[in-house]
């Protein structure tokens, strides 16, 4: 299985919404990435868990917050959002050393109204 | 810091050889790597390249690396229309602590291919 899933695919939020995106994955990976991707741009990295720990955090506003419950899931929880926090989000998992090439989900498409 | 740079766009026609042009900066990634993006959808890693190799071919893909120039390409034989879609080279460098990678991403090249 070298699949990442993420849910839900399509995600619309009011700017005092509560929502979470869900990321999981089954390749034994204990690296895990949260992207974010705006139209006609490259991924722009958010978080880094590695061993279910935050390693990185890419200086991303306190209202995207990030969890790994075990080594399979990556949730990312959001409050009140803005409207350009809408985008593309990408969920991402690699091996730890070695040939880290990471695998991506297929995203989830977020609109802040 | 890092810096990878690739043209914005590619019109090939359908049977012809593509091929797409990255460079990079810094000259300690270890892994470079190609992506494709199709509309809508996630990142699919079609190949990579360790460092120390100057050529790598999987199928319809060749991959050339210029160490020296810092210059990656993706040559796609045979292209074909649903090979048409956004292509990212990656460069792969160390994070702080040595246990993680960060993904450098070019603009991406949006290659479209005609009948």
């Known amino acids: 299985d070298t699949e990442v899933t993420q849910t839900p695919k399509h995600l619309v939020m009011g700017m005092t919404n509560k929502k979470s995106l869900k990321c999981e994955q089954h390749m034994g990976h204990r690296a895990m990435y949260w992207y974010k991707q705006k139209a006609k741009k490259p991924p722009e990295l958010m978080f880094v868990y590695s061993y279910e720990k935050l390693s990185i955090n890419e200086s991303v506003p306190s209202r995207f917050s990030p969890e790994c419950p075990n080594s399979s899931l990556l949730n990312l929880h959001l409050h009140a959002l803005q409207p350009e926090d809408s985008a593309l989000y990408l969920c991402a998992s690699s091996r730890i050393r070695g040939l880290s090439e990471q695998f991506f989900g297929p995203g989830t498409r977020l609109t802040v109204l | 810091g890092e810096d990878v740079e690739q043209s914005l766009f590619l019109s090939v026609r359908e049977g012809d050889s593509s091929v797409i042009n990255c460079t990079y900066t810094?000259?300690?990634?270890?892994?470079l790597y190609w992506y494709k993006q199709e509309p809508g959808a996630g990142l699919q890693l079609l190949t990579y390249i360790f460092s120390n190799m100057d050529m790598k071919q999987d199928q319809r893909l060749t991959v050339l690396l210029n160490k020296k120039d810092k210059h990656l390409s993706l040559r796609i034989a045979d292209t074909q229309t649903g090979d048409s879609a956004i292509y990212f080279c990656a460069e792969s460098d160390p994070l702080s602590g040595g246990s993680n990678y960060k993904l450098t991403f070019g603009k991406g090249t949006l290659l479209t291919v005609n009948p």
């Open positions: 810094d000259s300690s990634s270890t892994y």
